[in-house]
């Protein structure tokens, strides 16, 4: 993201936030936990690989934060801030060393954050059914980034080549 805050960019990152929260949303609760699996990720992926690692950061923890909070999970809210905030940064930070290896990196990020507070919040033993989540959740996540992010590139890289050296507008 660029250091200046253009309106431009404020309106793309609450509208790229929002739907991390929409896809954060298309949940399924884990039985027996408060824990759920969600789509959240690959939308988190898509933004991190597509715009780097400020839209990837900022966007994907209050997207998927505000989702905690909307589906009944506040306690989570302040953990998902900062583990998918940290979690899109580092995707869009590796997103030139490949896409895969920076979702790895992402995944990794994710499934240690909620493995831990899980442990933490619920016992050990919450700990390995969180982890199983995470790795379905960032692989679909990867999978869906994977499919989304060469179709968005084709569309969204002219524009971001007409918005070069028009001052505040850039992208």
Same mark, same amino acid.
């Given at each position: 993201?660029?250091? *200046?805050?253009? !309106?431009?960019?404020?309106?793309?990152?609450?509208?790229l936030s929002a739907?991390?929260t929409v896809a954060?949303?298309?949940?399924?609760?884990?039985?027996?936990?408060?824990? +759920?699996?969600? %789509?959240? *990720? &690959?939308?988190?992926? @898509?933004?991190?690989? @597509?715009? /780097?690692?400020?839209?990837?950061?900022?966007?994907? &923890?209050?997207? !998927?934060? %505000?989702?905690?909070?909307?589906?009944? +999970?506040? %306690?989570? #809210?302040?953990?998902?801030? =900062? =583990?998918?905030?940290? *979690? &899109? +940064?580092?995707?869009?930070?590796?997103?030139?060393?490949?896409?895969?290896? #920076?979702?790895?990196?992402?995944? =990794?990020?994710?499934?240690?954050?909620?493995?831990?507070? !899980? /442990?933490?919040?619920?016992?050990?033993?919450?700990?390995?059914? *969180?982890?199983?989540?995470?790795?379905?959740? @960032?692989?679909?996540?990867? #999978?869906?980034?994977?499919?989304?992010?060469?179709?968005?590139?084709?569309?969204?890289?002219?524009?971001? !080549?007409?918005?070069?050296?028009?001052?505040?507008?850039?992208?």
């Amino acid at each position: 993201m660029n250091k *200046e805050l253009s !309106a431009k960019n404020i309106a793309l990152g609450a509208l790229l936030s929002a739907s991390v929260t929409v896809a954060t949303m298309l949940s399924m609760p884990v039985p027996g936990f408060r824990l +759920y699996f969600n %789509l959240g *990720e &690959g939308i988190i992926y @898509t933004i991190a690989l @597509t715009l /780097g690692p400020g839209f990837g950061g900022i966007c994907g &923890g209050l997207g !998927a934060g %505000l989702g905690d909070i909307i589906l009944g +999970y506040p %306690l989570w #809210a302040p953990f998902t801030l =900062i =583990i998918k905030g940290f *979690e &899109g +940064y580092v995707v869009g930070k590796l997103r030139n060393r490949g896409h895969k290896k #920076a979702m790895l990196a992402g995944a =990794i990020v994710m499934m240690c954050g909620y493995s831990t507070i !899980a /442990g933490v919040l619920y016992g050990w033993k919450a700990a390995p059914v *969180e982890l199983v989540t995470d790795i379905i959740q @960032t692989g679909m996540g990867a #999978a869906l980034a994977l499919v989304l992010v060469p179709l968005l590139r084709k569309r969204i890289n002219p524009f971001i !080549a007409n918005q070069k050296g028009k001052g505040s507008d850039k992208v």
